[in-house]
């Protein structure tokens, strides 16, 4: 399936590039709507990703542009606190960060087509101007989008311009960032985002 033709997804420049997509087809398009409206759900519940989401080995928390836990719907200047398996990051207090850049809402029940978006970009702690605390440098995006196209529900993630953030003054983390995102570039984040975007779905007919 084609992916998304949204302008949320920055070009790709340099570095490496993922595209996850997978798909839920409704009986009609009452179904669909309903479907997508759980899915768009599931994608702005940032706090209950890996409860969603089987067998993925990260969790996520969303914060508030100070750091401070946040329960409502994400937007752009909040945090997301990623905690990943393995050595933490000493630039982001045992954490890697993302600020959420951009939140787009294209909703429509009459309409072909609507969607729901949300892109993120490596960042410093919240509250601390500094170095990207991230295994990826601050180039790197990954664009979330639940769509619906008439009667099919897509759950999408695209990573573009994916580099290591080899740019700290941490030996430790310089050495830990290059080979998470070796990991990350080999696919090891590819299992892992498709293991979200299934978790977007479940429970719909995913195809």
Request: no cysteine.
């Amino acid at each position: 399936m084609e992916q998304s033709s949204t302008p949320i997804i920055p070009p790709q420049q340099t570095g490496k590039q993922s595209d996850i997509i997978e798909q839920a087809v409704a009986t009609d398009a009452t179904q669909a709507r309903n479907d997508f409206h759980v899915a768009a759900g599931r994608l702005l519940a940032i706090n209950s990703w890996a409860a969603f989401s089987e067998g993925i080995s990260a969790t996520f928390a969303l914060t508030d542009a100070e750091g401070k836990p946040k329960q409502e719907k994400p937007q752009p200047g909040d945090y997301i606190k990623i905690d990943i398996p393995g050595p933490s990051a000493s630039a982001g207090n045992g954490y890697d960060w993302a600020r959420i850049e951009l939140v787009e809402n294209k909703t429509s029940p009459g309409a072909a087509e609507e969607y729901i978006a949300m892109r993120v970009r490596p960042a410093a702690p919240p509250g601390q101007p500094g170095e990207t605390a991230h295994f990826f440098d601050e180039a790197a995006t990954s664009s979330f989008i639940i769509k619906r196209m008439n009667n099919i529900v897509t759950a999408e993630i695209h990573g573009r311009n994916e580099k290591a953030n080899t740019d700290t003054e941490h030996v430790k983390d310089k050495i830990r960032n290059t080979l998470v995102s070796w990991g990350a570039r080999a696919g090891l984040s590819g299992v892992q985002w498709t293991k979200l975007a299934k978790g977007l779905l479940n429970g719909l007919q995913q195809q």
